[in-house]
């Protein structure tokens, strides 16, 4: 089975930094792009930032020049630097993968089980 697990989340006043990460694994074939996502209390879920698996980024206008998303592919592992947070970042985040597993001849949409990050005072 593939798995994905997200790590890091917790308590950080406004204006600190917050580290999130994502491992991938399990009978992994191949990973193409990541992303995390994002879900507020009363708001739908929101794209924060996605990586394709060549590097290439893309970020939510509301965290652009304060959160950087990375991945490392020979530890099947994603990253989200968060500085600079802000109240309004306080969410669930999720992890989010395009895996295809060995056992699996299709491409599939993988979740992480999320993890809490409040911003307060």
């Known amino acids: 089975q593939v798995q994905l697990v997200e790590s890091g989340g917790g308590l950080v006043q406004p204006g600190g930094s917050l580290r999130l990460s994502c491992a991938a694994s399990?009978?992994?074939?191949?990973?193409?792009?990541m992303g995390w996502y994002r879900r507020a209390p009363g708001k739908e879920r929101e794209l924060v930032a996605r990586?394709?698996?060549?590097?290439?980024?893309n970020y939510a206008d509301s965290v652009k020049g304060r959160f950087t998303i990375s991945r490392d592919n020979a530890k099947n592992t994603m990253y989200l630097q968060m500085n600079n947070v802000k109240p309004e970042d306080t969410a669930v985040y999720y992890c989010?993968?395009?895996?295809?597993?060995?056992?699996?001849?299709?491409?599939?949409?993988?979740w992480g089980q999320g993890t809490q990050v409040t911003v307060s005072s």
């Open positions: 399990g009978s992994i074939f191949s990973i193409n792009a």
């Open positions: 989010n993968g395009l895996l295809r597993a060995h056992y699996d001849i299709y491409t599939r949409n993988y």
């Open positions: 990586i394709t698996s060549g590097g290439s980024t």
